[in-house]
């Protein structure tokens, strides 16, 4: 359930800063960094997360945790939108770090690679830019996790 939730909300987020981007290409602002394909994956988000859920085993509480990331991510980096050239890498690295965190038993990089579709030296160049994105904060209280759950609670109402 909650990775219907959470691909419904990053679902609209990406229709919605498809729009600014656009606009801001056109303008001749564009802002890649190295979570941006050179085209949009072929496979849908919620199906992208079915996928991570099915072969990287992590506790659903790390898809609530790589949420909370990928919020301080954006909100450490306003001028990156997360639109569908960047929401695949996004989600498969904030994932990965979160398991890395939170589970006694993770995978390594290089599978998580071959999971999210992208090569190893890539998959640690994402895992290294996310941590320093995010300051290496990686701690998530009780309350900011369970704030983050009634979002996604609030989404399905």
Known sequence: RILAVLS????RV???N???AASATANGHSNLTVFHGL????ISIDKYLERIFKYANCSPSCFVVAYVYIDRFIQQKPSLPITSLNVHRLL????MVAAKFLDDAYYNNAYYAKVGGVNTQEMNRLELEFLFH???RLQVTVSVFESY???LEKEVS
Do not use: G, I, M
């Open 14 to 16: 990406v229709v919605k």
């Open 18 to 20: 498809e729009r600014y």
């Open 134 to 136: 995010l300051n290496f």
């Open 8 to 11: 419904s909300l990053l679902d």
């Open 92 to 95: 498969v690295t904030s994932v």
């Open 39 to 42: 085209r949009a994956p072929s």
């Open 149 to 151: 759950c009634n979002r």
